[in-house]
């Protein structure tokens, strides 16, 4: 009996993990990003360079530019490995602009599936435009530390 009540609650805890809510569903077709199944923003692919590494433009459904990401990187040495030859580490970000304020944040580098998912779980646009105090929340919370420590290690 008391196998069964302990199966019986398992699979009760089980179904109740998968029944909650996982957040919105957030999917890419071809450049639009949907929430829900319902158009939110377009994520352009702009300047493709090596693999993954490329340029967007974020642009609300009309085609008018709400942001841009731009791609950068820099590699700094790290310390030496076993055979004595320096080891290298390559950092890749992306830089924010935003179209109407100019102001700039940056946050590390995203896939464009995952950057649509961190895009809309920022809450950054609303109803096609950039929502303001987002911006400025967004901007305060990513700041622009990879330039700082890019800065730093060129000293």
Same mark, same amino acid.
């Given at each position: 009996?008391?196998?069964?009540?302990?199966?019986?609650l398992?699979?009760?805890?089980?179904?109740?993990a998968?029944?909650?809510?996982k957040?919105?569903?957030?999917?890419?077709?071809d450049d639009?990003?949907?929430?829900?199944?319902k158009?939110?923003?377009?994520?352009?692919?702009?300047?493709?360079?090596k693999?993954a590494?490329?340029?967007?433009?974020?642009?609300?459904?009309?085609?008018?530019?709400?942001?841009?990401?731009?791609?950068?990187f $820099?590699? $700094?040495?790290?310390?030496?490995?076993?055979?004595?030859a320096?080891?290298?580490?390559?950092?890749? $970000?992306?830089?924010?602009?935003?179209?109407?304020?100019e102001? &700039?944040?940056?946050?590390k580098? $995203?896939?464009?599936?995952?950057?649509?998912?961190?895009?809309?779980?920022s809450?950054?646009i609303?109803?096609?435009?950039?929502a &303001?105090?987002?911006?400025?929340e967004f901007?305060?919370?990513?700041?622009?530390?990879?330039s700082?420590?890019r800065?730093?290690?060129?000293?």
């Amino acid at each position: 009996m008391k196998k069964i009540v302990f199966i019986a609650l398992v699979a009760l805890s089980i179904s109740t993990a998968y029944a909650k809510d996982k957040g919105p569903k957030i999917e890419l077709n071809d450049d639009t990003v949907l929430v829900d199944k319902k158009p939110v923003f377009i994520l352009e692919t702009q300047n493709k360079k090596k693999g993954a590494l490329t340029d967007y433009a974020v642009k609300d459904l009309n085609g008018t530019k709400l942001l841009y990401l731009t791609i950068n990187f $820099y590699s $700094y040495n790290f310390g030496y490995n076993a055979s004595g030859a320096p080891s290298f580490n390559t950092v890749t $970000y992306f830089e924010v602009t935003f179209s109407d304020s100019e102001q &700039k944040a940056e946050f590390k580098h $995203y896939r464009q599936p995952k950057l649509a998912e961190f895009l809309v779980d920022s809450g950054l646009i609303e109803s096609g435009k950039i929502a &303001k105090d987002k911006e400025e929340e967004f901007i305060l919370e990513n700041g622009t530390e990879f330039s700082e420590i890019r800065k730093l290690r060129k000293q």
